[in-house]
């Protein structure tokens, strides 16, 4: 039996090229870092719109922005006090560098020991088609052809250049996108075997710090051990961002950093956690970080900042016993509950100020697509909902866990006004952003069970519409 018919005959899926279509679907290079690739992003947009249509969706758009288009699509609920549920995601995708990926190319996607791989088939095209195909088996459960909740599906195409034009469609089509209850799509589970829902994202803050010592690169033998070196400076500067027990310094960072909830704590302190397994699934060295913290915590419940590039001198041919003029880093913050991404942008630059040095040059500019961290309501009943859905998804209780990433949870839920869950099935070992991306084949299955069970929980959850 193929994992296709596999996964039909287990989940009931109504598409028997359910997996073929995926495949088809992270065939289209949707990079949207790359211009040259605008034109395949459309073409994204255009698959997903198309394949709505095919699902029997009445209503479904292409929406287009000044930068790369998002896809719109409504099913409504017979019943029009059904609540309405908006899911949202992305089809763009991260930029790949084909030299490094072994197992097929980025946009030829392959089957292969119970996984699909391409980029895109887990980040995120394999979580809004689990969401499809979970719709499908939804609506094979009911009579009417319709389904017991409105869906409405928001998919981007910016999410991986930071989502910069996500404020002016959540603005223009506020009517479209009203919603009882958010459920963002963009997350992690945490394994195969222990049934988890995220409570919990970061937000983040991103900047590039660039260091000058001279007006120009300047021949070693004319200056060196006598002139300003950018990339030493950098160096220094950059290891003043960590304390010695891995405590970041920006002053007043962690005055807002809020404990856990008891459910996230809970989980924490009994969360089966292996270092050995983890670093084998993510290609770490090791658990490094924040000391007196296990890896979990220091994902879900603590901040970080990181070095995400340094760049110094010529990157393109030898250095010719040249002292760089110039350096540069980009920094990547994440935030958790209750910190601000404004504030942490203000304390970022009163760190720059506190350990600049004289005789050089400094320019520090932080992105405007910044994010503030989410926490879903604890004690709303659609959370309770999904913790029971994915409970019998896998069979067992599921626990409250974070996501280590950022998302636009808590810019959804302002514009929104309406609570955030998350749900999605990629998993620490899927290699996001790497090469050679892959999704479980066994994640969507339990993807599809978990998110049919919730469309029917939902029904039941009261509205305040």
Request: hydrophobic share 40%; with cysteine.
């Given at each position: 039996m193929s994992a296709t018919e596999s996964l039909i005959?287990?989940?009931?899926?109504?598409?028997?090229?359910?997996?073929?279509?995926?495949?088809?679907?992270?065939?289209?290079?949707?990079?949207?870092?790359?211009?040259?690739?605008a034109a395949d992003v459309g073409r994204s947009a255009r698959w997903l719109v198309e394949r709505l249509r095919r699902m029997g969706f009445p209503r479904t758009e292409i929406w287009q922005t000044e930068g790369l288009p998002a896809?719109?699509?409504?099913?409504?609920?017979?019943?029009?006090?059904?609540?309405?549920?908006?899911?949202y995601s992305h089809h763009d995708v991260h930029a790949v560098d084909p030299s490094t990926w072994r197992v097929t190319a980025p946009f030829a996607p392959l089957q292969r020991d119970g996984r699909l791989y391409g980029r895109g088939a887990s980040d995120a095209k394999g979580q809004i088609m689990c969401h499809l195909w979970a719709l499908g088996a939804h609506l094979a459960s009911v009579s009417g052809g319709a389904p017991a909740v409105t869906v409405k599906y928001l998919v981007e195409g910016e999410e991986e250049i930071g989502s910069v034009h996500l404020a002016d469609l959540l603005s223009a089509h506020a009517d479209e996108l009203t919603a009882d209850v958010v459920m963002v799509s963009d997350t992690m589970l945490w394994s195969l075997d222990e049934a988890a829902v995220c409570t919990t994202v970061r937000g983040s803050v991103t900047a590039t710090l660039t260091v000058r010592g001279a007006h120009r690169d300047i021949h070693s033998g004319a200056v060196s051990g006598a002139a300003t070196n950018a990339a030493s400076e950098l160096c220094r500067l950059l290891g003043t961002l960590h304390d010695g027990a891995g405590r970041i310094t920006l002053p007043g960072f962690y005055d807002a950093v809020a404990e856990p909830g008891p459910a996230l704590r809970e989980s924490l302190d009994t969360l089966r956690f292996d270092e050995r397994t983890w670093r084998a699934d993510t290609g770490a060295f090791g658990a490094g970080g924040e000391a007196g913290f296990r890896a979990p915590e220091r994902l879900w419940i603590r901040p970080s900042a990181e070095v995400?590039?340094?760049?110094?001198?010529?990157?393109d041919a030898p250095a010719l016993g040249l002292i760089p003029a110039e350096a540069d880093a980009d920094l990547l913050l994440r935030l958790v509950p209750d910190q601000r991404a404004d504030e942490v942008a203000q304390q970022l630059r009163g760190w720059l100020r506190e350990h600049r040095a004289s005789d050089f040059g400094y320019e520090l500019e932080v992105s405007p697509t910044i994010s503030d961290p989410y926490r879903t309501p604890a004690d709303h009943p659609a959370l309770a909902a999904l913790v029971r859905s994915v409970g019998r998804a896998y069979g067992s209780p599921a626990r409250c866990i974070g996501n280590g990433g950022a998302a636009p949870a808590a810019q959804l839920a302002r514009a929104c006004k309406a609570p955030v869950l998350f749900f999605g099935t990629g998993l620490p070992g899927d290699r996001w952003h790497g090469p050679d991306e892959k999704v479980e084949i066994a994640a969507l299955r339990l993807g599809v069970r978990a998110l049919?069970?919730?469309?029917?929980e939902l029904a039941s959850v009261p509205v305040t519409r």
């Open positions: 005959g287990q989940d009931g899926l109504p598409e028997p090229d359910a997996l073929d279509a995926l495949a088809q679907w992270v065939e289209v290079p949707s990079v949207s870092s790359d211009p040259d690739r896809v719109y699509g409504c099913r409504p609920a017979a019943d029009p006090h059904a609540p309405v549920l908006l899911v995400a590039r340094l760049t110094a001198g010529r990157t049919s069970a919730f469309l029917g």
